[in-house]
């Protein structure tokens, strides 16, 4: 692959960048403002993937992605998981007994209630967390504090004045890489999800026949999302992610019924299962 710029919403700094950094260490990242901009940035070929957040096990999912899924034309060829920190940061000099106020993205600042009050902090949404410390950092205000990334100290010349001040030990993101192309493993390779989309048909019962196949096959179904398509409130659309590959006997299955009971159904991706996942379920026993 000679095109290696892997894009990301938000700012230098950013968890995104971080895992850019860690997920592909040669490849340059390439900040977006926006999601749409993460996503134009591969369609346009001006970066060869894409890594998105989709869901926190605090915040729950990231609801702009599960819009953009479906018009996108891209493929989902890989997840990562990303434990999340925030470091309390602010000018170089500045004391925690003299802040006033603390920017961050409006996630952030709800993750870290504890520390908010404690200083009795004044809270300013941002638009994202990194770019919260770079406007710390540009206001010169040493009563001005931000909740960020360590990264974003490193760039933007900030002291860590707390560090790891988020109020959940588990807080962890779990991003998706899109790519123009579909990357399928093969099956028995492991351990695989697959991510779709469809739309059932317009008769009663329709959501609950075309599940019904993934329980009659055993086949565990560990996301299930839906959204109305251009506001109307009788045009819902879902995305689903499932365990397994669709070659595999009783995923192929499921999905041929899901498939009879759907006006639409469509795969937009397969990819290996992330460690984390097999981690977790073990740590949860």
């Not at 075309?210 to 045009?235: C, H, I, P």
Request: glycine share 8%.
């Amino acid at each position: 692959m000679t095109n290696r710029t892997i894009s990301y919403q938000g700012e230098p700094g950013a968890n995104s960048h971080i895992l850019c950094a860690q997920a592909y260490p040669d490849w340059t990242p390439l900040a977006c403002p926006t999601f749409e901009d993460a996503f134009a940035a591969v369609t346009e070929g001006r970066a060869a993937l894409a890594m998105i957040p989709i869901e926190n096990s605090v915040a729950g999912r990231v609801a702009d992605i599960h819009h953009l899924i479906p018009t996108s034309a891209l493929h989902i060829v890989a997840e990562h998981f990303l434990p999340i920190h925030f470091q309390l940061m602010a000018l170089p000099g500045a004391a925690q007994e003299g802040l006033r106020s603390v920017h961050s993205h409006v996630h952030a600042l709800g993750q870290c209630r504890r520390v908010i009050r404690r200083l009795g902090l004044k809270a300013v949404v941002a638009g994202d967390t990194a770019g919260a410390a770079r406007e710390v950092a540009e206001a010169g205000d040493p009563t001005r504090a931000a909740l960020a990334p360590a990264l974003a100290a490193e760039v933007y010349g900030l002291d860590i004045l707390a560090r790891d001040v988020e109020d959940e030990a588990h807080n962890t993101t779990r991003f998706v890489v899109f790519s123009p192309d579909p990357e399928p493993a093969s099956p028995g390779e492991g351990a695989m999800v697959t991510s779709f989309i469809f739309r059932v048909r317009n008769i009663p019962a329709a959501l609950y026949k075309a599940l019904g196949g993934f329980a009659t096959n055993g086949v565990n179904m560990s996301k299930l999302e839906s959204y109305m398509l251009e506001g109307q409130f009788t045009a819902t659309q879902f995305y689903a992610e499932v365990d397994g590959h669709p070659e595999d006997p009783p995923l192929a299955r499921a999905l041929d019924e899901l498939r009879y009971f759907s006006r639409e159904c469509k795969i937009i991706g397969t990819y290996p299962a992330h460690p984390f996942r097999e981690a977790a379920r073990l740590a949860a026993e």
